[in-house]
């Protein structure tokens, strides 16, 4: 065995026993750690350093009581949590998720993932993550905004434009930013960069909305480029019905692709005319209503109940998942081969498990890991800083042909690590070792902190 393969060896045996039963955040880490042997292999001098022990440490962890009432006026309690991973190269940066599954576990894969994601933008950012097990999900809008009040009551004293800068994620959006935002300026006064994905009448910027989705496809985009070939004509297959699949289908459809799918945590569509976007956008954003109303506007369509979308039979060439962690297991990655997929590229964090990437590997699809393919939502949220500082706002095309450029540079920059490190066309390992590699420079230049 080689002296990194011990090396790395010993510190997962380290995070398992200080990490026992948070299994996301160990998958993550599993995911990780030997993609980077060949990056410790040709510099060793980051092995004897011990950096890689000390950046899985987390900065900081905060975790905290969210006391709350609902509109009869029982009192209630959830977990609110900000994990401040890494510092090294700007503040943290990250957002927050509103979801009934969210864990000590939870946000730290999350804001490992960050690191390397923000990392990967090119920007000033370094990684956190956070959020709540509270579930936004038929809630009146009154409780969410006095549940919204109570997290910023505490989280206040942890942030700052600066400092920290939370975001939206799964079951926080426009809504709760707004309410966060509005109780943060009565604590603080108006600090305009402390959120981002703010509404932008008070400093949101223009495509933070798009951007995950927008960026997604840009990613695939430039892939496509790389081999001679675009998204004219292809076939998709996208899960999720939020933020980042509304704004990846409009994307695809703009490029002239055909996305036929989406889905909730009930059940998915199929609709062999393609997803009518103004329809998901009427439904998810206006009525917040579920997605087995979409066939009464669209007779051809079929809502299949309790189904997971990537059991599909239908054939497609790119799948790019946009719903939550762990939904393709290895077994539905399977089902990806049968249907023809030659892409698979992530929209949300985390969705294959590590026996789905490695169906990915065997059956030669290429794979766009969540932490290069999803990181223009963060990119953005960058640029909506940058304005904040400027106290500026730019155009959309001016953001947009920003995001557009970043996702290729991310796209380049991993197809271009994996080559130099021996492991061409393997992008989670080109996004990992370059995203730890300028990481790990910042630490090691700062010192021993
Ligand atoms: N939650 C998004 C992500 O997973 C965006 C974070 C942000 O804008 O800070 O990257």
Redesign the pocket.
């Known amino acids: 065995m080689s002296k990194v393969t011990e090396y790395l060896q010993s510190i997962m045996t380290k995070i398992e026993e200080k990490n026992s039963g948070e299994s996301e955040y160990l998958q993550a880490i599993h995911e990780f750690i030997p993609t980077i042997t060949p990056f410790l292999e040709k510099n060793p001098a980051y092995m004897e350093q011990n950096i890689l022990e000390i950046l899985l440490e987390p900065e900081r962890i905060i975790q905290f009581r969210v006391p709350w009432q609902d509109d009869q006026g029982n009192w209630k309690v959830n977990r609110g949590f900000r994990v401040q991973y890494n510092s090294a190269i700007g503040p943290y ?3 927050l998720r509103f979801h009934p599954t969210v864990s000590a576990s939870v946000v730290k894969f999350l804001g490992f993932e ?1 690191i390397f ?1 923000n990392s990967l933008t090119g920007l000033p950012i370094g990684g956190g993550k956070g959020g709540s097990d509270f579930d936004p999900k038929g809630k009146s809008d009154n409780e969410v905004m006095r549940f919204c009040q109570s997290f910023m009551t505490e989280l206040q004293k942890y942030i700052g434009p600066d400092m920290d800068v939370p ?3 799964i079951g926080v959006g426009g809504r709760e930013i707004g309410y966060l935002f509005g109780a943060y300026k009565r604590l603080n006064g108006y600090h305009t960069g402390v959120l ?2 703010k509404p932008l009448s008070y400093w949101g910027s223009l495509v933070r909305t798009e951007a ?1 989705g927008y960026g997604l496809v840009y990613f695939v985009k430039h892939l496509l480029a790389d081999q001679k070939d675009s998204f004219s004509g292809k076939k998709v297959i996208v899960s999720g019905s939020g933020n980042v699949a509304i704004y990846a289908i409009e994307k695809v459809h703009e490029l002239g692709g055909k996305v036929y799918t989406c889905s909730d945590s009930s059940g998915y569509v199929y609709d062999p005319d393609g997803i009518d976007v103004a329809l998901l956008k009427e439904l998810k954003e206006v009525k917040r209503a579920r997605l087995s109303e979409y066939p009464s506007a669209r007779p051809k369509a079929t809502y299949y109940a309790g189904e997971s979308v990537w059991t599909s039979t239908e054939s497609y060439e790119i799948a790019l998942p946009c719903a939550t962690q762990n939904e393709i297991t290895s077994e539905l990655a399977q089902n990806l081969v049968t249907q023809g997929v030659k892409v698979v590229a992530e929209g949300a ?1 985390m969705p294959s498990t590590l026996a789905a990437v490695h169906v990915y590997q065997e059956h030669g699809i290429q794979y766009g890991p969540g932490k290069a393919a ?1 990181a223009g ?2 990119a953005v ?1 960058a640029l909506e800083m940058a304005q904040n500082s400027q106290r500026l706002p730019w155009t959309f095309e001016q953001v947009d042909q920003e995001l557009d450029k970043i996702m290729a540079t991310i796209f380049e920059t991993c197809r271009d690590t994996a080559k130099e490190y021996a492991v061409p066309g393997d992008l989670l390992s080109g996004a990992n070792i370059a995203g730890f590699a300028k990481v790990t420079q910042a630490m090691i230049s700062q010192g021993l902190v």
């Open positions: 940066k990250g957002g960050q994601k975001a939206g994620d981002t994905g995950t964090n999803n939502g963060v949220s």
